[in-house]
């Protein structure tokens, strides 16, 4: 089974559900009606990932921030942002501004999720770019952070010296609020710890109840140590999620029978689907409503559901399927 991003929400009892979609040339016009759709089932939110090459394809995915410009006259509650924006393409100074200027037009309805980028390092090299290796591109996420940090709270000027950029009493029109900054995590303690210097929002793949909880004791301790309040970041468990309406409909979407092995029954199947990937919720519709239930006795209330297949097509019947099952 591939796993790719889907759909995000928030949980029944906060009724904020974020949506980030997949997007490309061939239908991005389609996302306004996916954003009106989404705003009258009651998603809180809708969001644009961003690539600008994958690895044996054209680039075909365009600018999220010009795509979401496009939703602001569609919609009037919902929020609008990048799901994540590969923060290490982009100069720090222009996806500032450029998160700033799509607040503006959205009247203070968007937000900024940021993610390392790619982990395909070809993607970088094919562009010019000099930090093609993982722990380059860590190293130049956190100076990008800290530099949107340091550009949405200084009004008289920022100047900032690292290794990748220097910036000299660098402005931003703040007349209006910054959005809140959101960064993206799977499986990195680094970023948890840039999550809680920095961010807002800390969106993390987790495996389990425990599994969050010490992932936000690592976020908290860093916020702690950075002088920040001891509620932040906020947390939002992310999932990929395979919700079919019975187990003959589960096993078809998770490959069967082409993914099965010799002698192995549906039920064995699935349980197998589980291990291979421990960060996904596969089930039943009463299955998944079931293991959001036990995040939520455990006191987490909210969740970002990566709903697959996640085309626009299948988003379309996918998000309010999801909303009706788990969110009534």
Partial sequence: MSLDYGVLCHSRLTSKYYLPVVVNSSNFTELSSVATKAEELGYHGVGVGEHYSLPGKPNNRPDPFVVLSTLVPKTTKLRLGTMASSATVRHPVILANSALS????????????????????????????????????????????????GLSTNRHGFTFDGKTYRLDASTLNLTNEFPPVWIGERRSSRLLKLG????????????????????????????????????????????????????????????????????????AFIDRMRKENPEAIIGTQDQVRAEYEMYISAGFTEFSPILLPNTIGEINIRMEVFAKHCFA
Wanted: charged share 25%; net charge neutral.
């Fill in 196 to 267: 809680g210097r920095y961010a807002d929002v800390l969106n993390i793949h987790c495996r389990s109840p425990s599994d969050a909880e010490k992932k936000l004791k690592v976020a908290r301790l860093a916020a702690k140590e950075a002088g920040r309040g001891k509620e932040t970041p906020t947390l939002v468990l992310k999932h990929f999620v395979v919700m079919e309406p019975d187990q003959d409909m589960l096993v078809e979407a998770l490959g069967y029978p082409n993914e099965r092995q010799e002698g192995e029954s549906k039920a």
């Fill in 102 to 149: 799509l607040h503006a037009l959205s009247g203070g309805r968007s937000f900024l999720c940021l993610g390392v980028g790619s982990g395909n390092n070809a993607e970088y090299a094919s562009h010019g770019f000099r930090y093609v290796t993982n722990a380059e591109r860590l190293n130049a996420f956190e100076e990008i952070i800290a530099i949107i940090r």
